[in-house]
């Protein structure tokens, strides 16, 4: 393809591209293909020859579009959005003309120094405290990861080394000579474990296997909205040190993907400090091998993290107050913010215990500028070596919408919800909250056995849901996911997807009410 042959392509698919968004809402929202249904549509082997665009472009609507579920319908209120706008798009078109691998500052010093601008406009978007930004007082900062998986794997691996680090610093013959430290590391590896809470997203655990340690949940409970409290975590942590194991790692959430529960995060910093004086002073009397190290806390805030840019939903987070005594902040501009997917935002109050971790100078990589200290090489704050330049949507969304614009697109989204939630209240006859709305995600069931006083079992409830569940789903009108929140199962709906309209969501209730009454009837 030459250049006049991709501006001809690439205006056709922007117009097919435009016409797409513009019919969205005309599709069924989610795909009905069967698994293999691609494999029956395509040639066994590649093409020998290649192809006019024209002919690859009419694929896109015979072949893939049938797969496709449509994340950007205003009937999509599944999971959380993977959120789209033309502006983030852009960005990934010039991000990818200019591809790279961008691993260090000297590859392209555009593609590091815009993320850390961009990452310190966020942190005071959001009102994170100093300890975030690049220029703080804490050598922290920020960097942009695919996802909330990756960032949460990393910070394990950094919260690990450092921990170990501490707890070893003291034997003999370790202090230099960096094969001993390896080997004592090694052998008081077997004894971390990694927290999160029982709500907390799978992320923590697979972090925890990743990094090769024990991972365990902090039970949460109904009567506190499912949040994790400081007192939940103090037996946890007990427990688990009165069986000589070392939790070194908390994941908090703001914002369980569940139903956006956002654990106790003053508590639970009041918590740790008292159980780290606690154990220091319980060493100081028994000797052996010295106090349990710092717990690294990370707070994940994947989903609801975009609503800090309203500063109406910073009190939940007591951020000064809690986040200044936390290790690291974890937020996805992919989900709520207008951002295409990938991008995940990791902040760290300071970056040598992940540089510490993830750092490997090969002599390839050396350079005047590494070595003059006065750069950030990114390859040191994450898993993989080479880098895409993500900053760039991220640079086009906050000057095209600008702060403001994104308050507005999180409060319509939020108010949409109450507007649900408030239909969902005038039918107490049918319908149950059984959390929310919080950050606009609603847990709702449906309230079997005659209305209010039902006497129908806790399974008979959730076998009508289930079924008010599967109903809406196979109608295939709007698209929903559900889960079990403290052993009853409810339906989440979210409408925070860029082009939904308050019509929509009154539409949903709707539907919901006619597949209700349905379910009931046919009882
Ligand atoms: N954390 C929370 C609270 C989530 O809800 C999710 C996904 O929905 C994740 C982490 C994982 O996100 P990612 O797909 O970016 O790894």
């Not at 698994?35 to 024209?54: C, H, N, S, V």
């Not at 946890?236 to 106790?264: I, N």
Request: net charge negative.
């Amino acid at each position: 393809m030459d250049s006049k042959q991709f501006r001809e392509a690439a205006v056709s698919s922007i117009d097919e591209i435009v016409k797409y968004y513009d019919t969205i809402e005309e599709r069924r929202v989610a795909s009905t293909v069967e698994p293999g249904y691609l494999r029956k549509l395509l040639p066994e082997e590649a093409p020998q020859d290649g192809e006019p665009w024209a002919d690859i472009q009419k694929d896109i609507e015979a072949k893939i579009l049938p797969g496709i579920t449509h994340w950007q319908s205003p009937n999509f209120a599944a999971w959380f959005p993977s959120s789209s706008s033309y502006p983030a798009m852009l960005g990934e078109m010039y991000s990818t003309a200019f591809t790279g691998a961008a691993f260090n500052w000297i590859c392209s010093p555009a593609v590091t120094e815009l993320e850390t601008v961009v990452l310190d406009w966020l942190a005071r978007a959001f009102g994170l405290p100093a300890c975030y930004l690049s220029t703080g007082p804490t050598n922290g900062g920020g960097v942009i990861h695919g996802t909330a998986s990756e960032a949460t794997a990393t910070v394990i691996v950094a919260a690990r080394d450092k921990y170990l680090r501490a707890v070893t610093a003291g034997i003999p013959g370790a202090e230099d000579d960096e094969e001993a430290r390896e080997d004592a590391m090694a052998a008081r590896r077997g004894r971390l474990v990694a927290l999160g809470s029982a709500a907390a997203h799978s992320a923590t655990k697979k972090g925890a296997q990743i990094a090769g340690v024990r991972y365990r949940s902090v039970p949460v409970y109904a009567e506190d909205g499912y949040k994790m409290t400081g007192a939940s975590l103090r037996r946890t942590v007990a427990e688990l040190r009165a069986r000589g194991l070392e939790p070194f790692f908390l994941t908090a959430t703001f914002g369980t993907t569940d139903t956006c529960a956002v654990d106790d995060l003053e508590s639970i910093a009041d918590v740790l400090a008292e159980l780290q004086a606690e154990a220091e002073a319980a060493s100081g009397s028994r000797g052996g091998d010295g106090p349990p190290g710092e717990i690294w806390v990370h707070v994940d805030a994947a989903y609801a993290g975009a609503a800090l840019i309203c500063p109406e939903h910073r009190g939940q987070l007591a951020a000064e107050a809690a986040l200044s005594r936390f290790h690291s902040f974890n937020t996805n501009l992919h989900k709520w913010l207008l951002v295409n997917f990938d991008c995940s935002l990791l902040y760290v109050r300071d970056r040598r215990p992940l540089i510490d971790a993830l750092s490997v100078t090969l002599p390839i990589l050396r350079n005047y500028h590494t070595d003059s200290g006065l750069v950030t090489d990114y390859r040191d704050w994450q898993i993989p070596f080479g880098r895409r330049f993500r900053s760039l949507k991220v640079w086009f969304v906050l000057r095209t919408y600008g702060v403001r614009g994104l308050q507005a697109h999180v409060r319509k989204r939020v108010a949409f919800a109450e507007v649900f939630a408030g239909l969902l209240r005038g039918r107490p006859d049918l319908f149950d909250i059984v959390t929310g709305p919080r950050f606009a995600l609603t847990v709702f069931r449906l309230r079997g056995g005659g209305g209010e006083g039902a006497t129908a079992t806790l399974e008979e409830q959730n076998d009508l849901t289930k079924k008010l569940y599967e109903a809406v789903l196979a109608e295939g009108k709007i698209f929903l996911s559900s889960t079990v929140v403290g052993g009853v199962y409810a339906i989440r709906h979210n409408p925070a997807t860029p082009f939904v309209e308050e019509h929509h969501v009154r539409k949903h209730f709707e539907i919901f009410v006619e597949a209700a009454e349905k379910v009931l009837s046919s009882q």
